[in-house]
């Protein structure tokens, strides 16, 4: 399935799902500026007092779409009681292509600092394994510094030695190596992301 393709049944199909809600393009598919790395950014406006509602179904919701691989709340709003930030993995599709949902009632204002997960509510070594895929598509992108950046941070989340070798695949495959040995069950995305690294990032040194 094409991206855009996935991207619209997405959105028809969350606005389907809660009546009175509306489903959006944001992000670099929003403006047209979006490359091949880019992942998909959606809003999802729904009725106030229906985020409880929205958020219990949404996995339903998006396996008629294209089946789930996993959901993961952002620490972001993680309290709040009226929007909150999911990364859907999707099942048979790019990894480069993460769902990021913000979920928003009508009436929710700014978020307030106490919506924010605290330590032991997220799990640390996800975001870590996000930070290498993330430092995958800044490679391929030519934006060395922005890798070399997320590499470190998601080493210095789950307290490992940030050790620099000069291949971006192996500082890639040691971070998400060391994320899974934290948290076994990531360990097929872990592979699924090194693999990833091969691929696109083969032959390439840091410089």
Known sequence: MKRDVLADRIIG???VSC??????LRGSLHTGTADEYSDIDVEWLV???GLAGCLASVRATLERVQPVAAVRTAPDWFHSTRQRLLFVRFAEVSLFWRLDLAVREVGAGPGDPA???RDGEWSK???ALANALGAIKAVARGRYEDARGLLSRGCSRIDEIDVSTG???D???RLARAAA???AELTALAEETISLAREELSGRTQS
Do not use: N
């Open 171 to 173: 500082g890639i495959t």
């Open 19 to 24: 009546p009175g809600s509306r489903a959006q």
């Open 125 to 127: 070594p996800a975001s």
């Open 47 to 49: 009725p106030d007092g």
């Open 167 to 169: 291949s971006w695949v």
């Open 13 to 15: 199909a969350l606005a």
């Open 181 to 183: 040995s934290r948290e």
């Open 115 to 117: 919506d924010h997960a």
